[in-house]
């Protein structure tokens, strides 16, 4: 008897080729399989992450189609970390024994999301500093602490850095992390289960320190922000630290009730900026260290000259840059990276238009499956949307060729340069084609090319 792993392996191999399948899916083991769940255990972090972007979605089709039944896949890290779990479970964290004291903290933070890990620059030291402050003096100097800015800037790393610092510094702190999404969900379910008393009791009482991630999410949810303004008094007149993020100033918050807002005011309001050239340099340094990845000096500066809008996108792009490198044997130079970011990586980065967003635009056009997209069949009602799909990443997010054919279900680049090519040389005579190619556009960049 096989596993369902082994089978999903068995069954994606051939489709996705050998080098594929002995980089990104047989390093993968499983640890656990039940009904409806597959627990899967990646060597590192980037496997994880790549894992869950790339081939995650194969995996499942796989199963289904082998099983008839929807999975879930649940990834963590070997190591001796901690598996990533984004958000602290619901009954109020246990009083940790002093022998378990150097643990990895078990309240749901990430564990890479630490202040040894968040490079400090001119765009983000206030914000840095008074989380550093915070953690060394909970409830004290800026109660509440509210950080802001765009996304993918730092603004979760260091909410989870204050956790992780509380927890080493005072382990009898009872720390709650949670987003403000999450609150919400949970507040709902005990209203529903009449288990009000207990949500409460979590919040406001069994609660020494409160970090919530992206409370602009609760705005204009109005059961939700009263409860949430209740939890708030609760532990700001026991002086119990407060640390909360968003994506803009507490006033800038459409529909958020006035009594909250001027409380986020009441302590330290800080901005988080998009990094600077130094700043993102240094990042990249660092994760590339993390991540093992060999790159010079100059070719990290490359990169970073290259994606400026925010972090995560810079980590992404290293991400892409070393993988295709890996896969090719080729070290990273500069010519390397313009060749997998393309010329337009910049652009690209800001508008953030990705192959995945024009695979969904085209088969809602044709009404077709976006696995079937990724798959191998070629008769006429697919293939074609196919190589519509593929024209169009190539020119509105000017990914390379091995790219787009990897975001295809793993095909090769060469495919994608024919199905490039075909697509401009019957667009010149069929203007049909021309039509729909220019709709396409239009919806997905709001203009005629
Ligand atoms: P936000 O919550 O603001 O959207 P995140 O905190 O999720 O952004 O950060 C996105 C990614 O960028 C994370 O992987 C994070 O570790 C990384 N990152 C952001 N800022 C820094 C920094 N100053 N130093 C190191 N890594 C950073
Ligand atoms: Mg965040």
């Not at 894992?51 to 929807?70: D, P």
């Not at 590339?288 to 400026?308: C, H, K, P, Q």
Request: aromatic content about 8%.
């Amino acid at each position: 008897m096989t596993d369902i792993w082994t089978d999903a392996l068995a069954g994606l191999r051939p489709r996705l080729g050998t080098e594929t399948y002995e980089l990104w899916l047989r390093p993968m083991v499983m640890v656990d399989a039940m009904p409806g769940l597959l627990r899967l255990r990646a060597p590192s972090l980037f496997m994880k992450e790549w894992f869950e972007n790339h081939y995650r979605e194969a995996v499942l089709q796989e199963i289904l189609s082998r099983t008839h039944e929807r999975y879930t896949i649940e990834v963590d890290v070997a190591e001796d970390a901690a598996p990533i779990v984004e958000f602290v479970a619901p009954s109020a964290p246990a009083p940790i024994p002093a022998s378990t004291r150097r643990a990895s903290a078990p309240i749901g933070l990430s564990e890479r999301y630490r202040f040894g890990t968040f490079i400090k620059g001119a765009s983000n030291e206030l914000a840095a500093s008074a989380a550093h402050a915070v953690a060394e003096e909970p409830g004290k100097r800026f109660n509440p602490l509210f950080i802001y800015g765009g996304v993918g800037l730092g603004k979760t790393h260091l909410l989870h850095a204050v956790g992780h610092a509380l927890h080493h510094a005072r382990p009898e702190l009872r720390i709650v992390y949670l987003s403000a999404e999450r609150f919400m969900n949970e507040f709902i379910s005990a209203v529903r289960f009449n288990e009000c008393d207990q949500f409460r009791k979590r919040y406001r009482e069994d609660c020494d320190v409160l970090l919530v991630d992206d409370i602009q999410f609760i705005a204009g949810r109005d059961r939700t922000m009263d409860e949430f303004f209740h939890v708030f008094n609760a532990l700001y007149e026991s002086s119990k630290q407060i640390m909360v993020t968003a994506d803009r100033t507490p006033s800038d918050m459409q529909g958020m009730e006035e009594r909250i807002t001027s409380r986020l005011n009441w302590g330290l309001v800080a901005d988080i900026k998009p990094p600077d050239l130094e700043t993102r340099v240094a990042i990249l340094r660092q994760k590339a260290e993390d991540e093992r990845i060999a790159i010079a000096n100059d070719v990290a500066v490359y990169l970073a000259t290259l994606v400026r809008s925010n972090v995560r996108e810079l980590e992404g792009a290293l991400v892409r840059v070393s993988t295709f490198a890996a896969l090719k044997g080729v070290p990273i130079t500069q010519d390397f990276v313009r060749d997998v970011l393309g010329d337009t990586a910049a652009p690209r980065m800001a508008t953030q238009l990705t192959v995945e967003a024009i695979q969904k635009a085209v088969c809602g056009y044709f009404s077709v499956r976006v696995t079937d997209l990724k798959g191998q069949r070629r008769h006429k009602g697919i293939a074609r949307p196919r190589m519509i799909a593929m024209y169009l990443s190539r020119e509105l997010t000017g990914s390379s060729y091995p790219e787009i054919g990897l975001r295809f279900g793993g095909k090769d680049h060469s495919t994608v340069i024919n199905a490039c090519r075909r697509m401009a040389e019957i667009q010149t005579t069929d203007p049909e084609l021309r039509g729909i190619i220019e709709s396409l556009r239009h919806q997905l960049v709001g203009q005629p090319g």
